[in-house]
């Protein structure tokens, strides 16, 4: 007996995973000559934009867990790209600031978005769309 809805072509699930690894092909040369992985990249993203975070809400902005984003952020910053520093007005708390070496980065990443975006075939409105249903579900999920 075989089931329609355990046909791999009748999940939403499957689409998901084989483009989000196939777009983080894309970026692979691309992030290895700034020397980041593309959980590196997505961090350094927030740090340009914001500056200064704490490990907790940027762990909110990226999705990630502590047990993943330590390790993270600790070889960030042995690359020297970020500080982290515990926050003056509560232990508990640990600040995560962006260093110049950092800064400048962003610099060198700029075009990256443009050069991903250019192996998509969608055109503005599509893309548009699947960012918008894309954070549809996304926001969904984490709701529950």
């Given amino acids: ?36 992985t593309y959980t590196q990249y997505i961090t350094m993203m927030v740090m340009w934009e914001h500056e200064m975070m704490t490990v907790k809400s940027l762990g909110q902005v990226l999705h990630l867990d502590s047990g993943t984003l330590t390790p993270l952020l600790k070889r960030l910053e042995a690359k020297g790209l970020i500080k982290r520093e515990r926050s003056k007005e509560d232990e508990r708390s640990v600040n995560v ?20 975006a250019q192996s998509f075939d969608l055109s503005d409105e599509e893309a548009k769309t699947l960012y918008t249903l894309l954070y549809k579900v996304m926001n969904t999920l984490t709701e529950e």
């Fill in 1 to 36: 007996m075989s089931y329609d809805q355990l046909k791999l072509d009748n999940q939403i699930c499957f689409p998901l995973y084989a483009c989000s690894h196939e777009v983080t092909k894309k970026y692979k040369p691309l992030l290895d000559e700034l020397d980041l």
């Fill in 97 to 116: 600031t962006l260093t110049d070496a950092g800064r400048s980065l962003e610099q060198k990443a700029k075009d990256v978005p443009f050069k991903i």
